[in-house]
């Protein structure tokens, strides 16, 4: 496991939902347009089955998605390589969304494109979009890690509290701590530094 940070997308960068389109491959849940309606913020999370980070998040993230319904759209995304991490592959995800109920899309990126057009850098990674489909708040869901605390979400809660309300949302904004992406040999990009 290499811990590594988000790399802090600009906010107000498009959410890049033609290369979402174009490169993921459904696993479980509605289809994607249906999660990113314009008109409407969107939650993009990285996850993995495998990571212990998600794991210490999982129960936080079928929380906000009984919350979020009818109010925001959600998507989960798996970007790890399936040669060097077999069970971050489809029946793994499956079996993940299955285990915690999740009825949000949740894709596979087995080309790793959509991880690179977002630079995400590790799982989970966080992106939260504003009703125009801009880039309002990325980083943590909280600041608590695996064999702490447990996760509340409060810090993705309040900036979606804020977009949701209309006020602006709440800075400092602080990079998600995880394992890293694992990158197909060869295909890491200039920001992964494991």
């Given at each position: 496991m290499?811990?590594?940070s988000s790399t802090m997308l600009p906010l107000g960068t498009p959410l890049p939902l033609d290369a979402m389109r174009a490169a993921?491959?459904?696993?479980t849940g509605g289809p994607l347009e249906a999660a990113a309606p314009f008109g409407s913020p969107v939650l993009v999370l990285f996850l993995c089955p495998h990571c212990p980070f998600v794991k210490h998040v999982e129960a936080e993230?079928?929380?906000l998605q009984g919350d979020l319904e009818g109010r925001a759209g959600l998507i989960g995304l798996c970007s790890n390589s399936t040669a060097s991490h077999p069970q971050d592959g489809p029946a793994g995800m499956a079996a993940q969304a299955a285990a915690r109920g999740w009825t949000f899309p949740y894709?596979?990126?087995p080309d790793q494109s959509v991880a690179q057009a977002f630079r995400a850098a590790c799982t989970p990674d966080v992106f939260l979009f504003d009703r125009a489909h801009r880039l309002a708040y990325r980083?943590?869901?909280?600041?608590s890690r695996p064999g702490g605390e447990p996760c509340d979400g409060r810090d993705l809660r309040a900036a979606l509290a804020a977009l949701l309300e209309g006020r602006p949302v709440p800075e400092p904004q602080r990079p998600a701590i995880g394992c890293n992406i694992k990158w197909r040999a060869g295909a890491e990009p200039p920001w992964f530094s494991g």
């Open positions: 290499v811990l590594t993921l491959r459904p696993v993230l079928t929380r894709l596979q990126d980083g943590q869901l909280d600041g």
